[in-house]
Structures are given as structure tokens and as C-alpha cells.
């Protein structure tokens, strides 16, 4: 079964009611009416990129394309509308897995557990059953808000955000689960914790998790 995010219309327009904007002299912003679509012009543009293309950031409802400086803007941007959908097999086949080991005893495993009308165990199996993948990044260097996964798992933000999340928080909020890269003030309900290093300078890529990539979580021994 084919996830929403993930759109399934292969040679379909990527969005026939996109909105094209320039942004400075050297990017366009695609306006999309939702991140399914955002996600398929960015599957589409990663595998076959239009010439003059530099860079890609994803957005839940925008995607900005960065261009080089001699790029003509205006045939780039006839480019993007006339961008069709890439195979999901083909996107996913070309996608990077990662995997995160979790131990899951977060703070609110109970709480999300209530929410959901699932145990702490089914919220567990729920959370490692899916492979998810970062839809965009933002909020923190490293952190990617990851979709795909069961919905059973859509649970609201905590009504009182914490002063203090430590880094590595396994978390959820909306249809979206996320990992803390540093300690930070934060809303999402935690439910576990990982010792994978979210952002590291000396890196290359200093992010683990980018937009495209797939996540597997498994549960730690």
C-alpha cells in the first residue's frame, strides 16, 4: 500500500497547480499544494535534474531550487512545470538507508500509548514496522521531520513544551517523527532515545538524516 507522502502517479504532472516564484538571482520557489507533491518533484528532480539545477530544499509545502549563477531562470522554471513523476521503485531504490537503534523508555511512551489506544509494546512495533524517510529538515541543524509511518502513531504536541529535550530524543508530533541532533527546547512527545550522532561538523555530510533519505528504526538490545 502506497503511504500518502508517497506519491504513486508515475508520469503524471508533478503538480499542475504549482506556483513558480523567483527568489533572489539565483533560485525559484516552487509553491505545491502539499508535501505529497513536494516529495515527488523532489524524488523527480534528485533522479534527472534540469540543466542549470545547483541545489534542492525541501519544505512541507514549497521546494526551493537553487541554481547556478549562469542559469537561465525563466526556461528553468518552464523545466520544473513540465517535471513528471519518477517511479516510486526507482526513487526508493535510489534512496540511502539508514538505521537508528532507539531504546525505547521515553518520558511519554505512556502517554502516546493512551493517545493512540495502542500499549507502549504496539507503539514500539508501530514505530520500528514502517521504513520512513526525511521529508525536509528544519528547526535544528540535523533534524529531519520524517513521515511514512503508521498512522496509528499521529499524536499532538505535548501543550507544554520542555525547556530542555536531550539530544537524541526519539520523538512524535502530527504525522511526523523526528530525532533531537542537539539539546534543545522542545513540544513532540518523546518516546525514546538513540546514541546515533544527528549533526557532527567533521562529518561530510555533517547531517545524518537529509531530505530523501530512508530510516529504519529498530528497537535497542
Known sequence: MTHPDQPSDAGRPAAPDMRVLPCGSHALLVELPDLRAVLGLYDSLRANPPAGVLDLVPASTTLLVKA????????????????????????DAQAETVRISVHYQGPDLAEVAALTGLTEREVVAAHTGTLW??????????????????????????????????????????????VYPVA??????????????????????????RPGVRVRFVEAT
Do not use: K, M, N
Open 68 to 91: 547556478v549563477p549562469s542559469a537561465d531562470l525563466a526556461r528553468l522554471a518552464q523545466a520544473l512545470r513540465e517535471v513528471r513523476y519518477l517511479p516510486r521503485q526507482q526513487a
Open 184 to 209: 534543545t527546547p522542545g513540544g513532540w512527545q518523546l518516546i525514546g532515545h538513540t546514541d546515533a550522532v544527528l549533526w557532527d561538523t567533521d562529518r561530510q555530510p555533517p547531517a545524518l538524516l
Open 133 to 178: 524517510r526525511v521529508a525536509f529538515c528544519g528547526f535544528a541543524p540535523g533534524f529531519g521531520y520524517l513521515v511514512g509511518g503508521d498512522d496509528r502513531l499521529r499524536v499532538p504536541r505535548r501543550t507544554t513544551s520542555r525547556v530542555r529535550v536531550p539530544a537524541g530524543s526519539v520523538a512524535l508530533a502530527d504525522r511526523f517523527t523526528g
